[in-house]
């Protein structure tokens, strides 16, 4: 199985799940609402987690794709960093902070994987492999396994 559209990608199910999560959290309080400056950066990280992946899918090279999906590993982090803010604020539980932080995390560390890989294949693109097909998915999950270091990317 070739992964053809970004919606088959992992890590971007991954980051469409933590920007249902953010936005969740903001709906669910009304004082959250209210600050908008807070709301509209932890929201606007979430998504970009998601559109981050998908442009750099639609690039027409690998180097292009790991760079957005740099892009998108950085507005997980923010994401992660808001979610200390709006804890601090009160504006979320414990609970739904633990959940928001570690999705943030899961994303990140899928998109270190396939960082790994599409590095660790660049050469190959240059010698007439079509950009952006993957298609070795098998290979990708256990590049996104956390218990591989080495293929963590450095997160």
């Known amino acids: 199985m070739k992964i053809t559209k970004f919606e088959d990608l992992e890590c971007w199910q991954a980051a469409r799940i933590l920007a249902n999560m953010v936005y969740g959290a903001v709906k669910n309080s009304p004082e959250f609402q209210k600050d908008f400056r807070l709301s509209g950066q932890i929201t606007a990280a979430a998504v970009s987690t998601m559109s981050n992946t998908a442009?750099?899918?639609?690039?027409?090279?690998?180097?292009?794709?790991?760079?957005?999906?740099?892009?998108?590993?950085?507005?997980?982090?923010?994401?992660?960093?808001?979610?200390?803010v709006s804890l601090d604020q009160r504006y979320i539980s414990k609970d739904e902070f633990q959940k928001i932080y570690e999705q943030a995390e899961k994303v990140s560390t899928l998109n270190s994987g396939l960082i790994t890989y599409l590095l660790s294949h660049q050469k190959q693109n240059k010698h007439g492999r079509k950009p952006n097909s993957l298609?070795?998915?098998?290979?990708?999950?256990?590049?996104?396994?956390?218990?591989?270091?080495?293929?963590?990317g450095g997160t």
Request: aromatic share 10%; glycine share 2%; no cysteine.
């Open 135 to 152: 298609d070795k998915p098998n290979k990708l999950k256990q590049l996104n396994q956390p218990n591989e270091p080495s293929d963590l």
């Open 55 to 84: 442009e750099g899918f639609a690039r027409r090279s690998n180097k292009e794709f790991v760079q957005f999906l740099f892009i998108s590993k950085s507005s997980a982090a923010e994401v992660q960093s808001e979610a200390y």
